[in-house]
């Protein structure tokens, strides 16, 4: 088969500053859409299936819209490789993708694309869709290998690629302004505790105690806000567990990527056409603790599974790993408080706080600052149960001190220099060196 760009004679655009825009080598944007609606729906009334005659025959669908139109060899080359990512990639999102530098795409409209590059959100301006039916399409071919649909009577999907990436996508009825997706890709570059010191999320002293903390079996519950950053460091927590221990990952969507070989992934089910089927994150819990796990790890507690993970931790199963939307380290516990109280089991209050004391060892608090850097803003360990309420110590912080002039957060992490609690389980283990971080 020839090569697409030998056989257009096409150029890779210019990237950064030079982005080229689809209407920028397609002065006539009405022109463009209707080309490729033309040869986009030649091919899907076709149905093309044969590799070996994929250049042929698109260049022969080209040929026949075209014919008539005064088109320059870019702008032809141009449509070419948008035909050819509809058939082979996934339309105008291929190239976004592919991309890692882009760690979020976000859909609002055929022609409001939005990207985070380095945690800052800017507009794409260089690709667009047809029109919404164009979006809808797409989203189908993103959900398809994953045995999900979307349509009208399913219009809302969350789930994952093949790559760990999480997709989310709603259309109308449930969206009034039209189709609209949302792309979380997973980052293959940040896989260790080495990079996130590369990147200034925390320092050596803070990833040596979480090192240890892990191997230590200590139950860690870590919080942030959306896209702070809190799966990606959980999957590096996980890392640290030893190769030969059982663990078992509970999530909606399976995003970690745990390379110990004995990983148990299960995964959330929503409800069929008949409205049964649905299997719960609770679900899971309650049924991984019949799987003789040594460590259990939730993707995210959302509701009255939260009661159930602590059971777990409280009954023997220590070393266990979750996260949950908080701000804070002690909103953390305070929103796992009000999971707990959502399984409508009638304990008191108090007795629910010393459940949770009595299960939870560390908070972490990861946090994506106003410059798109994320950070860890506190590791603190649950020391205490006084006047009703559980007490936090924290043994990392992150100070902020102000803004620069090139808009970074300027600030320094602090070690708090009092010996946690925690240490004397974590010696017990054998890690005798960490104790000199606060000394």
Do not use: W
């Amino acid at each position: 088969m020839s090569n697409l760009k030998e056989l257009f004679d096409y150029k890779n655009p210019p990237k950064d500053n030079n982005i080229i825009n689809d209407y920028d080598i397609f002065k006539d944007k009405n022109l463009l859409d209707n080309l490729r609606t033309k040869i986009v729906e030649n091919i899907i009334d076709n149905n093309i299936t044969n590799d070996d005659n994929l250049d042929d025959f698109l260049n022969n669908e080209i040929n026949k819209t075209i014919e008539g139109y005064d088109l320059t060899n870019l702008e032809r080359s141009h449509l070419y490789n948008l035909i050819e990512n509809e058939i082979n990639g996934y339309g105008p999102l291929t190239e976004l993708l592919k991309d890692e530098n882009i760690t979020e795409i976000m859909v609002n409209s055929p022609s409001e694309i939005y990207i985070e590059i380095d945690g800052n959100l800017i507009k794409d301006e260089s690709i667009s869709f047809i029109n919404d039916a164009h979006i809808v399409r797409t989203i189908q071919k993103l959900i398809e290998p994953l045995g999900r649909t979307i349509d009208s009577s399913s219009p809302m999907v969350d789930s994952r690629l093949k790559d760990g990436s999480r997709i989310n996508a709603v259309i109308p009825p449930l969206s009034t302004k039209g189709p609209v997706i949302t792309i979380r890709k997973f980052k293959t570059s940040i896989s260790n505790i080495d990079e996130l010191i590369r990147l200034g999320s925390l320092t050596p002293n803070m990833a040596s105690f979480l090192e240890a903390a892990v191997k230590s079996k200590m139950n860690i519950l870590v919080c942030g806000g959306t896209g702070s950053g809190k799966t990606t460091l959980l999957n590096i927590l996980s890392s640290f567990i030893p190769e030969e221990e059982r663990i078992i990952t509970i999530e909606d969507a399976a995003e970690l990527k745990l390379s110990q070989p004995h990983v148990i992934s299960l995964e959330t089910r929503t409800t069929n056409y008949e409205s049964s089927g649905e299997v719960t994150i609770r679900d899971l819990v309650r049924n991984s603790l019949r799987m003789r796990p040594d460590r259990i790890i939730v993707g995210e507690v959302r509701g009255g599974e939260a009661f159930d993970m602590l059971q777990a931790m409280n009954t023997g199963h220590e070393g266990s790993l979750t996260t949950l939307h908080a701000n804070s380290n002690i909103d953390a516990l305070h929103r796992l408080e009000t999971m707990v109280l959502m399984a409508n089991i009638d304990i008191p209050v108090r007795a629910v706080r010393e459940y949770i004391f009595n299960a939870i060892d560390l908070v972490i608090n990861i946090e994506r600052l106003s410059d798109g850097k994320r950070k860890i803003r506190a590791i603190s360990e649950v020391i205490d149960f006084k006047d009703d309420e559980i007490v936090l110590n924290d043994i990392f912080k992150f100070n902020q001190i102000g803004i620069t002039s090139s808009k970074e957060v300027d600030g320094q992490f602090i070690e708090i220099k009092k010996m946690p609690k925690c240490i004397k389980k974590i010696e017990s283990y054998g890690f005798k060196d960490i104790e000199k971080i606060f000394k």
